[in-house]
């Protein structure tokens, strides 16, 4: 037997919470839990096989060890993206360009440093499998990498001295049983490389079932929640860089994210996915009920998150209760159970896009024609192409970055007299706009606007900027 079969077996019988009862003394907040719901809660979740924790499948032979990047490393990355300029541009899943010759010589020395603490980083994973395992763990495939030497004299100015970018960690693995549902789950989740977003250690990730694939056999449920046939199809395309309405995310800065279009808790504790939660509880208390309070999550009428720490018997509201729903690994799994067995849970979630999200209705001011003008999104973006680039803009910074910029610029350089003919550059502006995906791209079966070859009258390729009046 190995060394670690003992270290699995005990990680697997301490995850069996014994539960006690709420001390005498210790008074609940009764609008949120009663004494005999937190009773009924704890009696559930004590339940021995509700929710086991082990190492990942595998660590018998590989071991438990794995490189991992670190919270630390990745917000050092976002705070130099901005530091150097890139403040509202760092776009998920992608590195930003530098901006000059000095960036590119700042990059190269980050990218060494990286690769050489990805390097390291397997090194000591594998001497530590190597370990627990008595010598069988396979070796890892490595690249070579070599010390970058110490941090430019500027960027350390500029940025300070980074963390280890990358670290020897030991994933877990989450079993929750339901009873009626099983679901597992991993922290020290797998990202991207120089992943700027990454925040919680303990955080898991499950991307849900896609909805692109299954349009037919969601379009009634859409319909349901009062959809068109054209938004339904730019939730759909917008949708595809999200997940399921079953996805769950608690590793990176959106806290809690859940549904088919992530909605997050954020820092408050509360966001869009604090209102699907309201919703849902509001429109339909019972499954609200059945899905979330019996098993110790509820909202306040705010639209704050609660969680119940199962230990003490205490709701945890707003930013205490992400803490609470990260770090207890049961609670994501109730957020998948509900996506992929409640249907109010799935329409409250349509509503609330709709609602937050969709941007026809929403305005913007910028200086036009020499004065303040407000306009409709939907005066000047007329297609579905156009309408999904704003929404993605919408849904994962929550603001439209630098489109009054990109408007004034427009509009001067080509001489607009009108918001009318603004709309004629729908194509110029969502090529502009473009976040996380092209909308235009044939892929996406979406109305596009046409290029009409318009020529700035100004001069340019209408990043003029306008005189300011």
């Not at 924790?53 to 993206?81: H, K, M």
């Not at 693995?173 to 250690?201: C, E, M, W």
């Not at 791209?441 to 900027?465: A, M, V, Y």
């Amino acid at each position: 037997m190995s060394s670690l079969t003992p270290k699995i077996t005990a990680l697997a019988l301490a995850s069996i919470v014994t539960i006690t009862a709420v001390p005498s003394f210790f008074s609940p907040q009764t609008t949120l839990f009663t004494e005999q719901e937190i009773s009924s809660i704890k009696k559930f979740w004590s339940k021995s096989g509700r929710h086991v924790v082990t190492f990942l499948p595998g660590s018998e032979i590989n071991g438990p060890y794995a490189p991992r990047q670190t919270p630390d490393g990745s917000t050092w990355l976002l705070n130099y993206f901005r530091a150097r300029g890139n403040a509202g541009k760092v776009v998920p899943g992608k590195t930003p360009e530098a901006l000059n010759d000095r960036q590119k010589q700042w990059d190269a020395w980050i990218e060494g440093r990286y690769s050489w603490d990805e390097y390291t980083a397997a090194l000591e994973a594998y001497s530590k499998n190597k370990e627990e395992t008595n010598g069988s763990a396979p070796a890892p495939t490595l690249k070579p990498a070599a010390d970058p030497g110490p941090i430019p004299a500027d960027l350390l100015e500029l940025a300070g001295d980074p963390p280890r970018f990358v670290t020897a960690v030991t994933p877990r693995q989450y079993l929750t049983d339901f009873g009626d549902y099983i679901h597992t789950a991993n922290d020290n989740v797998p990202i991207r490389r120089k992943y700027a977003y990454y925040r919680f250690s303990e955080g898991v990730m499950d991307p849900g079932t896609p909805i692109r694939p299954r349009l037919k056999q969601l379009r009634p449920l859409f319909t349901k929640a009062g959809l068109d046939d054209s938004s339904f199809r730019i939730f759909s395309a917008v949708s595809s860089l999200e997940g399921g309405f079953e996805s769950v995310n608690t590793y990176d800065t959106g806290f809690v994210s859940v549904g088919f279009i992530q909605f997050a808790s954020l820092k408050g504790g509360s966001g869009s996915l604090g209102q699907v939660l309201l919703s849902m509880k509001t429109q339909f208390p019972g499954d609200f009920q059945n899905h979330f309070r019996k098993y110790g999550l509820d909202v306040t009428p705010k639209g704050e998150l609660v969680a119940l720490n199962l230990e003490t018997g205490e709701p945890k509201i707003g930013p205490d209760a992400n803490t609470e729903i990260i770090t207890n690994r049961r609670y994501p799994s109730v957020f998948v159970r509900a996506g992929v067995m409640s249907e109010p849970f799935r329409i409250a979630q349509i509503k609330t896009a709709m609602d937050q999200y969709y941007p026809a209705n929403d305005t913007v001011t910028f200086n036009f024609q020499g004065k303040p003008t407000t306009a409709r999104i939907k005066d000047f973006i007329l297609t579905e192409a156009g309408m999904a680039t704003f929404m993605d803009r919408k849904v994962n910074t929550g603001k439209y970055g630098d489109l009054v910029t990109i408007l004034e610029n427009i509009a001067y350089s080509y001489d607009i007299k009108s918001i009318r003919d603004l709309a004629k550059l729908e194509y110029q502006i969502i090529r502009a706009m473009k976040w996380r995906d092209d909308y235009l791209e044939p892929k996406f079966e979406l109305s596009k606007p046409r290029d009409l070859g318009l020529t700035p009258s100004r001069g340019g390729s209408g990043r003029n900027i306008p005189p300011r009046y």
